[in-house]
């Protein structure tokens, strides 16, 4: 299983490690841990010495199987993907799903969609809405699905119920039970309807999946095939979890939403959650960094005299992200001959003169904070926006504007 990892080993590495023996392992794992090689060589390195053991080479036998299985191995941080946010879809991914699911529901509310392309519809909705592991998908049964038709007109209810997933015992698999989106209902009323008219069985699985890896790879085919995301349901499983932490809910209803028996299980969430409120307030201008910024680069400040002289072009205006805003200051160059974009790029350059009135700069400071936080809302605080990037630091320099004349004597 581990063999691969071999590869890893230079001649000396394997020398060493045949030729440790039982008493003299413990300073050969250690100069091999220094090394840090990938954690499937150190797997196979332990295969090795289990090999010896069997067949008795070197003062090795069947005893020794726990003197190796102590052996440590290299720290694998299995948060890794969660802390780094790869294991996140995007926003944009995630309203692709929203529409998707959306016409799918319309289409099959009409019986419109093949039986199947209904069931994938059904499990994607599993994934994203409830965080499902496949495996819970998979085994889910039309037992498990209760269909409420409602009056005429209106959507039916559907409610789920399926058991907690990776557990230590059977015993401690409690039940959970989900009620599907409204909108989003019509979906398992088609997947019902099939059922009745085929006069099935109640304990036959819901989506036809035999398995949790059939249920995985039909939910990764239908994001790759008709949204084009390369994501799996794992990923939305992450996903829906960060989103009901960044709604402010607690650690206990976070593990119950994910079928843990251990509330600490789920805290990386919350600190991705601290992160992404670190990255907001740094784009307010409300970050540490930024309320020591002591002087920003301009020119000179300017009163509404002087600004009222100037030539209108070298009065600063326009309607950034549809904010707009004028009377600021004024450029030495003229906005007309400037390549960047007015206002966001005014602040913090050299040509820049603005005005010396601190309500004026600080309306702008506000008005630039809400949009900072409709792009924070609508894009999770994505960091890499550009966008999102060149307003952080458009408000780092109003805010030292603004702090530069609450200092200032007026």
Known sequence: MYTLGGKHFGSEDLAGLLGSGPTGISSVWTALLAKTLPRDAYSCAKSILKLLCQHRINGWSDSYHDVISALPLPFKDKYAVVRSGEAFISVDDEAAVVRFLDEAAIRAKKSLLALVDVQDAAMLLCAYQFAMRPVQIAMLTFRDVKVRREDVGMLASVHIAFRMAKQRSSSAAKPMLRRVKREWTPLFVEIDRHFQASGGDAGARVFGATSANEASRRISSLLRDLLELGATAVNLRH????????????????????????????????????????????????????????????????????????????????????????????????QAACPYNPILSCYGCRKFMPIHDVQMQSRVLADFRVVARFFHDSSRGDAASPAYLQLERTIAEVQAVVLELEGSPS
């Not at 960060?242 to 206990?252: K, P």
């Not at 409300?286 to 000179?300: C, F, P």
């Open 239 to 334: 996903t829906a979890a960060q989103r009901l932490v960044d709604a402010g809910a607690s650690q206990e209803e976070l593990a119950e939403f994910l079928g843990h028996s251990d509330v600490t299980t789920a805290l990386v969430y919350y600190e991705t959650s601290a992160n992404q409120a670190e990255r907001v307030n740094n784009a307010l201008g409300i970050s540490e960094i930024y309320q020591r910024v002591a002087r920003i680069a301009h020119d000179r400040f300017i009163g509404p005299e002087e600004l009222a002289q100037l030539k209108e072009s070298q009065q600063i205006g326009g309607a950034p992200h549809g904010v707009p805003i004028a009377g600021i200051g004024g450029c030495t160059s003229g």
